[in-house]
Each structure stands twice: as structure tokens, then as C-alpha cells.
């Protein structure tokens, strides 16, 4: 080892460890001794790299080590344009140490804007929650725009420029663009291929546009994995340009979803969430709740809240629509294919007919461009267009470039000599069949800006690293094409550029500052005199007011279905489905720990993915959960775990995308089976298969048994029909008989109460909940092994209950927290006290007096305490959370200690002592707790139960209001209002007695509960 001084190797060792969660070097000697160390010194620390290789003086050292850390021990390369950064002199006005700021921004999912507010301690964001004025999020937030504070802070983001996988300064890369920009200039880009991921920023296009005009035989190429060109050349077929619907479900009465996962996968889904359930709530208006019918192939959480859901193979469902549209009066749709259950067809037929124009039908992201000019011909037939549907020109403006496969073939005939990838990753996520990386590696210069350094940037000579939305100034559009703007809350953690940044060297060769590009670019459109206060309100609000485009007058062509195609149909066999992950879309956040341990909505599945099948099939051959099988596709096969999940078609599969990744990270790595491998680009979602089992098994960490309450009276649903006949059909008859005391008298005389009610009939399981509470109380991730022991740490759950046959049954989801009760079961029990009651109803965790004994735990009937098994926290944990990503409000947790949902005891405190010093009542609503904030059907409303005017009374009030094993006598603060569903009655099942026969519950559904007879003799 150099001769060094033994106290700047430690601070080495200390950083190291920081930065990269090595924590099994015990000494310098072996620190040192490591074989990677080398290398891995020479990418992250090049300046140290020289000092291990040639040791020099002490006094230079030091100077070296001074001169690193003030750098913030970053690359050596040079540093982009920044902004001066002093200690406070005067504090600005404002700001209060201690309180947090929000700013509003936005987070770009598969490319579309979703605003957000950005809350920031001390220039240090740690929760993003949804933006209220934002037309996408209405103030809602979903789990990946939440865990991207974790990817802020990930340590395996790039974090310098790389020159064929080693560090070097960003000037070397302008002056190798400089003698790439000549060859463009000389054969104006005849050899230039640019390929980008989806493109809904404004100033982004004009950037691409400029380099179009300077080199215009430059080929501009797209490859977006979670493809939707099949929206807008379906609506070229029909109306003769491209265009892109948007839906106001807030005004339809029946909504039918064709393969369509509105609720969680569709640009807009928070928006489509609120509007849809906010009229399916019996609780707002009993005479009048939103019908929703639903036909797919894989169970999704939109499927399994419709009223009525069709199983159907994935290539059926155009024949399906072909079907319905000619029984809505459409010609030349007919299809030789045998009808479809006839009944489901004439019911939802009538009803679209009865209802219209307040009807809404949806096609799926990954249909077809046949089946939306269907769809959209018949939302235009019953005139949704002036009522429910609008058209836009479309958001994603990657739809003008070339699809991928003509650049694969040109790079193989030699045609490509510079290759520009822009924010997508085809070397992981482009169909298998192409091979990219093969193709790719013949082009002589290839460049790749992203965020991490990925699969695609290990074949490049330049990988440039890209920052993180909340490190970035930038633009992208909504779902309804509104701009809403990125603006950094802190600054850039590493060596990255803005794609503003990086167009303009490419164009210029020049490092510009990134706001200034912006700011530039929207001058353009504002009178110069008004542009200052209006850019300042455009920040303050997060968007640009009023940028949406305006509706289209759309008239379907004459003919217009002359030379559709029809899709592919295959009459036996076993046909796959591929679909996006709900969390991890297309692998692209496939490093984030909060991502991969959220469970799936139906499945509960963490940590991997797995192919679904139907329990017929699983019978049929002999499968069970976690068998692996061997699925072959067109001659590629790919050794996959089975998951058995009801309400799957018996002869349909279905696997998700976003596993598999090679270069994401490391809590990415070994995770899942890659689906992309199987992936054809022809018919990139539906394709034929084959499936053998391999004779092996694989562990499957899921939550699906975990915490099991079944057996006992959890879920109450009706129907509306039983509601109006009988409101209290939710309500039992409780017994009060109880070896607790009362309730202590202080409690109901003190100023608050606090309580909580989820509405069942507006839950749509997307998890949303799980996440901001995680985000919200520094709950540890724990891994995929600790989450196979049942020792996840959500304090909240989202359970799923099916109920009826396996192949096709009803489903319900339940949120499950602490419920805060007046007689707290584990309150009794705890030796030392660690657990109390308070004045105000919180019971409350004292975790510096915690033992461990968890008998808390054992006497909850909920099943909502988690405990500490090992240090889940902290540079000693398995999977530690970044120091910078806490929420410095609420307390770390240490190995052996009992955690809970506490309400949110910090937002309680916080917005009461805020009332108090300004010398007024807490209004109600003006108290949010995370989960209630993020979700986006406004399933859970928290408040004041001693207040008479509060919501939160109001509706534990309500008829539909009922406590989770209330007749314990517990006393759950938590109440939930009973589900009620809105079936059509042509649809139901002639002669089905009222009471059918309880059947025992089956290990393949998971949470299963009984029916339960109501009063009325109703099922529950």
C-alpha cells in the first residue's frame, strides 16, 4: 500500500462505504487488497486512483484530498454551469430552519408530465406529493412518482461522462463531437441516426426539430418499450391524421374498457381513477353511479372493479369489438368468428345505446391500431365526442419517427456511421428478436445520454448521464397535452446535463446553462415585457395555464374500414400476453428498493415477476406456485416461476416486463426474468407459446398469505339495488359485553379525535397508499428474503379478496392499517409500556422504551405491527436507505423494536401547532395524512370525530359505515365504508338463490372471505 496517512485512508474507507454500501472491509489492508478496488477507484475517485498509483508527498496529498472534498469528492471532470451557493447571512425571507418548502414540479411516467410538489428540508427534497392545480394528478400521486426521492438519492446513478466505460472530462467529449459535427455538416447527417424514448417536451422537439433542419437526411428513430403507436395510427385510420383521445369519465354513466388498464397503466390514470370512482361512490348519489364493464386477458385492478368483467384470450379482444360495433350499426366491421357470450355483448350493446351520449369506451395502450379506429368509431357513433371523449393532436410527438426495426437492419447493411440514443435503454427493452446490442456494436461512433449506466451505455464509446427530474429545468406534457414544467429543488448531485443541454452540444458544441435554454425557449413565446411575471407564475404553479390544445373536430372517413387490417388470431394453443410491471413499467426504475417490495395489486408478488396462469390450466398440468417452466416463443424460451391467479382465461398467459436487468444497479441485479427476450417486433404484446415444466421451484416472495385474517366478517358489498332497499344492510348487531373498561373519560374530553374511513366502493388497490406511507415515515426495505419470511414493514396493506369460482370471480380490496383502537388490545400487554393511549386517540409507540417482546403483536387482532427482526436501518442494513432521502420529522427505527401506522403523529402535530400560533381552529380537511393525501379516488378521509361538521363523522355515521372485527369490542378509530357495486340485471345468472352455499376457501385464491348473509339475505 502507499505510504500514506493511515487517517485519510480511513476517510476513504468512510466514504467508500457511504457511497457504495461496502461494509465488509474491516482494515485498510484489505480494503486495499480487494481486486476490484483498482478499477473501481479509477471510475468513481480518479484523482485518488492517481495518488494510489504514484504516492507523493503528504503536504500534496492533503491538498489533493481539500481540493476533492470540496468538490464534493465527484469525478475530476469539469463541472456543468451553476449558481453561486453561500451560508446564510441573512435568512431569506420565508424560510424557517426546520420547516419544510414545497416546490412545484413535475415527474415525467413513460413521458407523460404528472405535476407534483416537491417538499424540501433545508435543500434537501425527501417527498414529492401530487401538484392539487395539475390536470393529470388533481393532487393525487402514484407509487413511482413517490419513489422517485429514492432514485434521487441512488448510488448507482451515473455520475460522470464515460469514455468507452472510463471516466473522462466533459470537454474531451465536445472536442470528439466537434470532429463528428464536420462529417454531419459535409453530408448534411446522410449517416446520422437519432433515436429518442417518448417526446412530450416542448422545448425538446424544437431541439430535435433544429437538428432535423441542420442535417435533414439525418433518420430519426423512436423506441419506446411501453409503445403506444397504436393510439394515434388508429385515429389516422379513422379520421385521417394522427390524433389522440382524451376522456372526461367524470361525465359518463357507462364506461367500457377493452383490455384497457385506465386505472394504473394509461396516460392520465390518476386523473381516470378520481373521475371514474368519484361516480361509482352510492355515497354522493344513490340514483346515479357509473357502470363499468371491463374485457381482458390478464386481470387488472380497472378489470376487477368493473361491474361486470369478461375473460377473454388477448387476440379475441378485437373480435370482440368488431362484434360489439356491429350491433351498434357500424358496417363493414363483421367477422366470420364465431359471437363472443352472446349475453355480455347485447348487455353492454343496450346499455351504451341507452346511455348515450354519457358512455365512454376505452382500448387498451397496447392494441392494435385496428382496434382503436373501432373503439374510437364507436365512441363517435353514439356521440361521446361531444360529451366524453375529446381529440388531440398527440402528446408523445415520437410517433413522427421511424419505429426501430429499419434502424436495426441499417446499422446490419453498414448504413449508420454515429448513432445518438437519447433517454431509452433498446439494448434491454428492445423485442429479442432484433438483436440491437449486435447490431449496435457495428456503428463506429455511438453516444448514449440517460441516467444510469445501462445496458445500452455499456456498448457506446460515450455515455453522458443525464440529471434527475428533481435536478433538472425542462417541460413535458400531461395526458390532456397541458406543459407542465421541471425545475430543480436541489442541486445536481453528480456530473449530469439537462437533455436541454445535451441537444445544444450536439448542435453547437457548446455546455450552456440549462435555465437559460429553457427560460429561452419559452420567450420565444411571450411578449418580452410580460414574460418575467409570467414565467415567475408558471413556476409558482408548476405549469403553464392554459397550454393545453384545443379539441378537434373530428368526421370519420368515408370507407374508412376498407383495408383494415384484422388481427392475428391463433385457434389453439396457448397465447402470452406480455404486459408493462405496475410498478416498475419497463425497467426502467427497476433500482428502486421501494419499487421492487411493493407488492403487485393482485398478485402480491415482490421482488421478480412470474407467469400468471389460470387454475384450470395449472390443474390441467400439474402446476403449482413457484414451479419454474420453460416458455418458448418462435424458437427463444425463457425458465420462468408459475403463478396460479384467478380470473385468468384457462389457454391465456400473461408475464410482466421490467425484470431482468443486467446494468440497473444492485438491487436490481438477479431480480425477475427478462420478458424482452421473448419479445417479437411484429406483434410485440400477443403472441403465441408453449409451456413445459423444468421440474424446479423457486421461492416467491409474496405477501399474499401474509398477515391472513380470513375466515371472519371483513368485507361487506352489495349490490345498489340491495343498498336502496336496505341502507343499513351493512351494519350487525354488536355485542358490548367487554372485560375492557370504557373509554377513558379524558379521551372524549379532549379537543381532538382522530379517525379515519376508507371507502371500499372507491379503493382501487394501486398502492399509492403504501407508498407515500413509506416515504412518508422512513419505513426500511427488507428484500426479497426477509419479505419470504413475512417480515415485510409496510405499515399499511393493501388486501385482495376474491370471492366466487376461481375461473372468473368477484374481487374487493381493503386497505389495512392501524386502527387506533379505544380498547388497543396491545396496550395491555406490553411489559414496559411502549405502547399508549392518547388524549386524543392515537395509540401511540414509545420506541426508546420497546423491548421487543412482540406481545403487541400477538395480541392485535389486525395484524398490522411490524418488528425490527435485524438492523433494517442505517449503513449496516441489507438494502440501507440513502441518508438524505429520511424524513427528518419522524424517527429512525433500531433492530428489535415494534413500528405502526401512528396517523402521521409529525403532519398532527405540525399542522396543529400551526393553528395554535396563528390563533385559530384546525379546519377540517386542512390535516392530511400521507395515504390520504396520494390517493387518488379520495378513498380515505381522516378528520376530527369530535367535530359535528367534520367529513370524517359524517361518514362513520353513514349507513354503509362499519368497524374491521368490531365485535371484538376493540373500538377501531378506523372505519370502512361497505362496498356497493352497480350491476346490470340482464346480466345476472338466472335462477342464483339469494343465500348459494359458502365454499371453504381455496390456498391457490390467497385472502379469501365467505359470503356473509345480511339482513336482507345479500351476499357480502
Given at each position: 500500500m502507499p505510504s500514506m496517512n493511515a487517517g485519510i485512508w480511513q476517510s476513504l474507507r468512510d466514504e467508500l462505504a457511504q457511497r457504495r454500501g461496502v461494509h465488509y472491509w474491516r482494515s485498510l489492508e484489505e480494503l486495499a487488497e480487494r481486486p476490484e478496488f483498482d478499477a473501481f477507484l479509477a471510475d468513481e475517485f480518479p484523482r485518488w486512483h492517481a495518488l494510489w498509483e504514484a504516492p507523493v508527498a503528504r503536504r500534496r496529498v492533503l491538498k489533493l484530498m481539500a481540493a476533492s472534498l470540496a468538490l464534493a469528492g465527484l469525478t475530476g471532470c469539469d463541472s456543468s454551469p451553476s449558481e453561486e451557493i453561500v451560508p446564510y447571512v441573512d435568512m431569506p425571507e420565508g424560510l424557517t430552519p426546520g420547516i419544510p418548502r414545497q416546490y412545484a414540479t413535475s415527474i415525467p411516467i413513460d413521458g407523460y408530465a404528472h405535476g407534483v410538489l416537491a417538499q424540501v428540508h433545508e435543500g434537501r427534497p425527501v417527498k414529492v406529493e401530487g401538484n392539487p392545480d395539475h390536470p393529470s394528478t388533481l393532487g393525487a400521486c402514484d407509487s413511482v412518482s413517490q419513489a422517485s426521492i429514492l432514485s434521487l438519492y441512488d448510488p448507482d446513478r451515473a455520475g460522470a461522462v464515460k469514455q468507452r466505460g472510463h471516466v473522462a472530462p466533459f470537454r474531451d467529449f465536445l472536442s470528439d463531437l466537434r470532429r463528428q459535427r464536420m462529417a454531419w455538416d459535409a453530408d448534411r447527417g446522410e449517416r446520422l441516426a437519432l433515436v429518442t424514448g417518448p417526446l412530450t417536451s416542448p422545448s425538446e422537439l424544437a431541439q430535435v426539430e433544429a437538428?432535423?433542419?441542420?442535417?435533414?437526411?439525418?433518420r430519426w428513430f423512436r423506441h419506446v418499450a411501453i409503445d403506444r403507436s397504436g393510439v394515434p395510427d388508429g385515429m389516422r385510420q379513422l379520421f385521417g391524421r394522427a390524433l389522440e383521445p382524451v376522456y372526461r369519465l367524470d361525465r359518463a354513466r357507462i364506461v367500457v374498457a377493452l383490455d384497457a388498464d385506465l386505472l394504473q397503466a394509461q396516460p392520465g390514470f390518476l386523473r381516470y381513477a378520481h373521475d371514474l370512482m368519484a361516480g361509482r361512490r352510492p355515497r354522493d348519489d344513490a340514483a346515479a353511479l357509473?357502470?363499468?364493464?371491463?374485457?381482458?386477458?390478464?386481470?387488472?385492478?380497472?378489470?376487477?372493479?368493473?361491474?361486470?368483467?369478461?375473460?377473454?384470450?388477448?387476440?379475441?379482444?378485437?373480435?370482440?369489438?368488431?362484434?360489439?360495433?356491429?350491433?351498434?350499426?357500424?358496417?363493414?366491421?363483421?367477422?366470420?368468428?364465431?359471437?363472443?357470450?352472446?349475453?355480455?355483448?347485447?348487455?353492454?350493446?343496450?346499455?351504451?345505446?341507452?346511455?348515450?351520449?354519457?358512455?365512454?369506451?376505452?382500448?387498451?395502450?397496447?392494441?392494435?391500431?385496428?382496434?382503436?379506429?373501432?373503439?374510437?368509431?364507436i365512441n363517435h357513433r353514439l356521440g361521446a365526442y361531444a360529451t366524453t371523449v375529446q381529440a388531440i393532436e398527440p402528446v408523445d410527438a415520437s410517433h413522427r419517427a421511424e419505429p426501430l426495426v429499419p434502424l436495426v437492419d441499417a446499422m446490419q447493411a453498414g448504413e449508420i456511421d454515429s448513432l445518438v440514443i437519447m433517454g431509452t435503454n433498446p439494448a434491454y427493452s428492445a423485442p429479442g428478436e432484433l438483436a440491437f446490442a449486435e447490431a449496435c456494436q457495428r456503428v463506429p461512433w455511438r453516444c448514449h445520454f440517460g441516467t444510469t449506466f445501462d445496458e445500452t451505455a455499456r456498448l457506446v464509446h460515450w455515455h453522458i448521464p443525464a440529471?434527475?427530474?428533481?435536478?433538472?429545468?425542462?417541460?413535458?406534457?400531461?395526458?390532456?397535452?397541458?406543459?407542465?414544467?421541471?425545475?430543480?429543488v436541489i442541486r445536481p448531485l453528480h456530473d449530469g446535463r439537462t437533455p436541454l443541454q445535451f441537444y445544444r452540444a450536439l448542435l453547437a458544441g457548446v455546455d450552456d446553462d440549462p435555465r437559460a435554454l429553457l427560460q429561452g425557449f419559452w420567450q420565444g413565446t411571450t411578449p418580452t415585457e410580460r414574460f418575467e411575471p409570467r414565467w415567475r407564475q408558471w413556476l409558482h404553479d408548476g405549469l403553464i395555464a392554459g397550454s393545453a390544445p384545443q379539441a378537434q373536430r373530428v368526421t370519420p372517413r368515408e370507407r374508412w374500414h376498407a383495408g383494415l387490417a384484422v388481427g392475428d388470431r391463433v385457434d389453439a394453443g396457448l397465447v402470452l400476453q406480455l404486459r408493462p410491471d405496475p410498478a416498475l413499467r419497463d425497467g426502467e426504475h427497476a433500482n428502486n428498493g421501494w419499487l421492487q417490495e411493493l407488492p403487485n395489486p393482485l398478485t402480491k408478488l415482490t421482488w421478480g415477476n412470474a407467469l400468471l396462469i389460470a387454475p384450470a390450466l395449472a390443474e390441467a398440468r400439474a402446476l403449482a406456485e413457484g414451479d419454474e417452466v420453460r416458455l418458448s416463443v418462435a424458437g427463444r424460451h425463457l425458465d420462468v416461476p408459475a403463478y396460479v391467479l384467478p380470473g385468468m382465461p384457462d389457454d391465456g398467459l400473461a408475464l410482466t416486463l421490467g425484470h431482468g436487468r443486467r446494468a440497473a444497479g444492485r438491487v436490481a441485479e438477479g431480480?425477475?426474468?427478462?420478458?424482452?427476450?421473448?419479445?417479437?417486433?411484429?406483434?410485440?404484446?400477443?403472441?403465441?407459446?408453449?409451456?413445459?415444466?423444468?421440474?424446479?421451484?423457486?421461492?416467491?416472495?409474496?405477501?399474499?398469505?401474509?398477515?391472513?385474517?380470513?375466515?371472519?366478517?371483513?368485507?361487506?358489498?352489495?349490490?345498489?339495488?340491495?343498498?336502496?332497499?336496505?341502507?343499513?344492510?351493512?351494519?350487525?348487531?354488536?355485542?358490548?359485553?367487554?372485560?375492557?373498561?370504557?373509554?377513558?373519560?379524558?379521551?372524549?374530553?379532549?379537543?381532538?379525535?382522530?379517525?379515519?374511513?376508507?371507502?371500499?366502493?372507491?379503493?382501487?388497490?394501486?398502492?399509492?397508499?403504501?407508498?407515500?406511507?413509506?416515504?412518508?415515515?422512513?419505513?426500511?426495505i427488507v428484500g426479497p428474503e426477509e419479505v419470504s419470511r413475512g417480515r415485510e414493514m409496510h405499515w399499511i396493506r393493501v388486501d385482495r379478496y376474491f370471492e366466487g369460482p376461481l375461473d372468473d370471480p368477484r374481487l374487493v380490496f381493503q386497505p389495512v392499517t392501524c386502527m387506533h383502537c379505544e380498547n388497543a388490545p396491545c396496550e395491555y400487554v406490553c411489559p414496559v409500556g411502549a405502547t399508549q393511549h392518547t388524549a386524543d386517540g392515537l395509540n401511540a409507540m414509545i420506541y426508546n422504551r420497546c423491548v421487543g417482546t412482540r406481545y403487541c403483536s400477538q395480541n392485535c387482532p389486525y395484524k398490522v405491527r411490524r418488528f425490527n427482526w435485524f438492523q433494517y436501518t442505517g449503513e449496516q442494513a441489507s438494502y440501507p436507505l440513502p441518508a438524505a432521502a429520511h424524513n427528518p420529522e419522524v424517527t429512525l427505527r433500531a433492530e428489535g423494536v415494534?413500528?405502526?401506522?401512528?396517523?402521521?403523529?409529525?403532519?398532527?402535530?405540525?399542522?396543529?401547532l400551526d393553528a395554535e400560533l396563528e390563533n385559530r381552529p384546525l379546519a377540517d380537511g386542512e390535516l392530511q395524512t400521507a395515504c390520504q393525501q396520494t390517493c387518488p379516488t379520495r378513498a380515505i378521509v381522516f378528520g376530527d370525530l369530535n367535530r359535528q361538521d367534520s367529513a370524517v363523522r359524517r361518514l362513520s355515521e353513514h349507513p354503509l359505515s362499519y368497524g374491521l372485527l368490531e365485535n371484538l369490542n376493540v373500538r377501531p378509530r378506523t372505519r370502512y365504508l361497505a362496498a356497493v357495486t352497480h350491476p346490470n340485471p340482464a346480466l345476472a345468472s338466472p335462477g342464483e338463490p339469494e343465500t348459494p352455499a359458502r365454499p371453504g376457501p381455496d390456498p391457490s385464491v390467497g385472502h379469501y372471505t365467505p359470503p356473509v348473509a345480511t339482513k336482507g339475505g345479500h351476499q357480502a
Open positions: 437538428l432535423l433542419a441542420r442535417w435533414p437526411r439525418t357509473t357502470r363499468l364493464y371491463a374485457a381482458e386477458a390478464t386481470p387488472s385492478i380497472t378489470g376487477c372493479r368493473a361491474d361486470h368483467r369478461l375473460r377473454l384470450r388477448a387476440d379475441r379482444v378485437e373480435a370482440l369489438t368488431r362484434q360489439l360495433a356491429t350491433r351498434l350499426g357500424i358496417d363493414g366491421l363483421a367477422t366470420d368468428h364465431p359471437a363472443i357470450d352472446e349475453a355480455w355483448l347485447s348487455a353492454v350493446a343496450d346499455d351504451l345505446a341507452r346511455h348515450a351520449p354519457h358512455v365512454a369506451v376505452v382500448a387498451g395502450d397496447q392494441q392494435p391500431a385496428a382496434l382503436h379506429a373501432i373503439v374510437q368509431a440529471t434527475h427530474p428533481l435536478e433538472s429545468w425542462g417541460d413535458a406534457r400531461a395526458h390532456d397535452g397541458t406543459v407542465g414544467l421541471l425545475q430543480p431480480i425477475g426474468s427478462d420478458a424482452y427476450r421473448l419479445q417479437q417486433a411484429a406483434s410485440p404484446w400477443v403472441m403465441p407459446a408453449r409451456l413445459e415444466a423444468t421440474g424446479r421451484r423457486r421461492v416467491l416472495a409474496t405477501t399474499q398469505n401474509h398477515h391472513a385474517m380470513e375466515g371472519r366478517d371483513l368485507i361487506r358489498a352489495a349490490s345498489l339495488e340491495t343498498y336502496r332497499h336496505d341502507p343499513t344492510f351493512a351494519q350487525r348487531e354488536i355485542p358490548h359485553a367487554s372485560l375492557y373498561p370504557e373509554p377513558w373519560p379524558a379521551e372524549r374530553q379532549s379537543p381532538h379525535a382522530w379517525g379515519m374511513v376508507i371507502d371500499l366502493s372507491a379503493c382501487i388497490g394501486c398502492n399509492a397508499c403504501v407508498t407515500a406511507c413509506q416515504a412518508e415515515n422512513n419505513i426500511p415494534m413500528e405502526k401506522c401512528t396517523y402521521c403523529v409529525q403532519r398532527i402535530r405540525r399542522k396543529t
